[in-house]
T-cell receptor, first 113, second 117 residues
Framework: GNSVTQMEGPVTLSEEAFLTINCTYTATGYPSLFWYVQYPGEGLQLLLKATKADDKGSNKGFEATYRKETTSFHLEKGSVQVSDSAVYFCALSLSSGFQKLVFGTGTRLLVSP | DTAVSQTPKYLVTQMGNDKSIKCEQNLGHDTMYWYKQDSKKFLKIMFSYNNKELIINETVPNRFSPKSPDKAHLNLHINSLELGDSAVYFC????????????????FGPGTRLTVL
């Protein structure tokens, strides 16, 4: 079946540290890949996406590269801020029209000053 | 301007009751979704409607009945509530034509925290 596996959290970092959150997927076909972010008390927001192999999604200093050979889509940021504290969800979609998102379990990031 | 709104934000009720959660989007989208997020933050799709027609139904108990009176609304009615229904329920929307064009963002509401006692 189709599934997404994320590293367990919480990930605790100091401000300006380098961030990596691992994500790997299993899918039949060629999925599109996403990172969504959920700030405390809010709904999910799309952070970045990639639709084909070797694509790099980027937004707000975050990056992730679609690696077909390792079936991975790891999230990185060079220097985290306290305001980045949130839960990060990796997701895939196989539908081209009626989009069905399959989410990972989420990884909580805590950034301290 | 709230893009996807849900009411109520919090819902506390007794086991066995029937309750509804409402969702509205003002983005002009034609596809709407309900997701359930459990206490461990695991997020799973429940239903999806396109132009008021059910297109995704993920083996959800038939105590859950979505209703879409028009493209801008997708309500969730739950009968005979059970303890295991306690979760945060998120509504989301997207536009079918934009998805075909590769604009793959779903827009989420703020969530409804349901607690069944």
């Amino acid at each position: 079946g189709n599934s997404v596996t994320q590293m367990e959290g919480p990930v605790t970092l100091s401000e300006e540290a380098f961030l990596t959150i691992n994500c790997t997927y299993t899918a039949t076909g060629y999925p599109s890949l996403f990172w969504y972010v959920q700030y405390p008390g809010e709904g999910l927001q799309l952070l970045l996406k990639a639709t084909k192999a070797d694509d790099k999604g980027s937004n707000k200093g975050f990056e992730a590269t679609y690696r077909k050979e390792t079936t991975s889509f790891h999230l990185e940021k060079g220097s985290v801020q306290v305001s980045d504290s949130a839960v990060y969800f990796c997701a895939l979609s196989l539908s081209s029209g009626f989009q069905k998102l399959v989410f990972g379990t989420g990884t909580r990031l805590l950034v301290s000053p | 301007d709230t893009a996807v709104s849900q009411t109520p934000k919090y819902l506390v009720t007794q086991m066995g009751n029937d309750k509804s959660i409402k969702c509205e989007q003002n983005l002009g989208h034609d596809t709407m979704y309900w997701y359930k997020q459990d206490s461990k933050k695991f997020l799973k799709i429940m239903f999806s409607y396109n132009n008021k027609e059910l297109i995704i139904n993920e083996t959800v108990p038939n105590r859950f009945s979505p209703k879409s009176p028009d493209k801008a609304h997708l309500n969730l009615h739950i009968n005979s509530l059970e303890l295991g229904d306690s979760a945060v329920y998120f509504c989301a929307s997207s536009q079918y034509r934009r998805v075909l064009a590769g604009e793959l963002e779903q827009f989420f509401g703020p969530g409804t925290r349901l607690t069944v006692l």
